[in-house]
């Protein structure tokens, strides 16, 4: 009986990798390919209806709005990814954040205070993940249920139409203030270092085990790209973007905060045991339950994370206005799935990385910055962002067929 050698996709030269690449496009696994040509597209539409669009203030703004969002995004993949859905993400980071305020009116430091909104975060989760995993109620039915109940929680918790002021300095920081200039170059540079570290340890690791190793040529250029990409981002947004006689510079410290995360989200998933269960249940629960994978604890661990980032979401959406609101998270859930969809995260579980639903959200937060921009009444803004989101989730059902060998 001879051998047979199974492709890891990391074999041949650059040229036979480039070929492979076309060839699993061709063969529909386009990942975030739609919503880069998408984010080419409607930034190129938008620069030339509207002279404000690409204008150095409006630039910052579009990081600093995207933020949000990309961060209830990346929480929502984590049970995408499993073929879930959590309704409720947005509600419970609301939740959360009124336990925030009511712990810090009563007295408890601002820091204590987040501790345990994070632990409210992930004992939602916990409860959506046992309802799920263990009972075996739909994620559709469990969060739906709690999406309708958080909003009633929350009115209860802070009075009908409540806003109330947070004034923490360190708080409104976040999405208020700018790093200096050297700031900036400091963190791409950090990145850098840390990306090529991760990605030459990885290496290391596979050569030790006598796997094969795409070509170095293909880390550099990707190296390459992530400096000229992040270089020219730093040094925009480290331009004078006021308009008035106060210079405002630098990168918003949001930005830091947020690609941090995805970058440690981007770990978790690519190089962990869980990462990898994660995707084996998400792409078939039976078989991965049968290779010993223990998925209830996949599931219950994967809404814990999404409710945890979905706080941090919240904690953005806190800092942007500065108070806490006892109606947030009602709408922008839905948007939040809208992203990772468009950005090439398949509802049918199994498929799809962070950054995809960070590209995702910056398509969503650029048409509706540039809508904006245009003067179009807030209504067209979601006709567009709906029928943005079904024309990415046909892509991914088309893409789905051709990968599978399956005609019409």
Known sequence: MSDVKISSGHEGN?????????????????????????????????????????????????????????????ALVFVILLGEIDLSAGVTAGVAMAAFFL????????????IVAFVVGGAIGALI????????????????????????????MLGEGGIFRIDVPEIKAIMNDNLPTWGGWAFLALMLVLSAAVSLWDRARRARHDLSNRPIELLYAKLAVFAILGGVTVYLLNENRSQGVISISGVPIVIPIAVLILFIGTLVLDR??????????????????????????????AFIICSMLAVVSGLFHVS?????????????????????????????????????????AFVIVMIENGLGLLEFPAGVNLVVTGSVLILAATIDALSRKRGNGVRS
């Open 14 to 74: 650059v040229r036979e990798q480039v070929t492979a690449y076309f060839q699993r496009i061709k063969n529909g696994e386009m990942g975030a390919l739609p919503a880069v040509g998408a984010l080419v597209v409607v930034g190129a539409m938008f620069s030339i209806l509207s002279p404000f669009f690409l204008t150095k203030l409006n630039f910052a703004n579009l990081f600093v709005q995207a933020a949000e969002l990309t961060m209830l995004a990346v």
């Open 103 to 114: 712990l810090m009116q009563g007295g408890t430091n601002w820091i204590v205070a987040l």
């Open 129 to 156: 993940g046992f309802f799920v995993a263990r009972i075996g109620v739909p994620s559709f039915v469990v969060t739906l249920g709690l999406f309708l109940g958080f909003q009633g929680l929350q009115l209860v």
């Open 272 to 301: 962990t045991q869980f990462g990898r269960h994660l995707y084996a249940v998400g792409g078939n629960a039976e078989a991965a339950r049968r290779a010993g994978i223990k998925v209830a604890n996949i599931r219950i661990t």
């Open 320 to 360: 942007r206005l500065g108070a806490v609101e006892a109606t947030a998270g009602r709408q922008i859930v839905l948007n939040g799935v809208a992203a990772a969809v468009v950005g090439g995260v398949s509802l049918f579980g199994g498929r799809g990385r962070l950054v995809h639903a960070a590209i995702g």
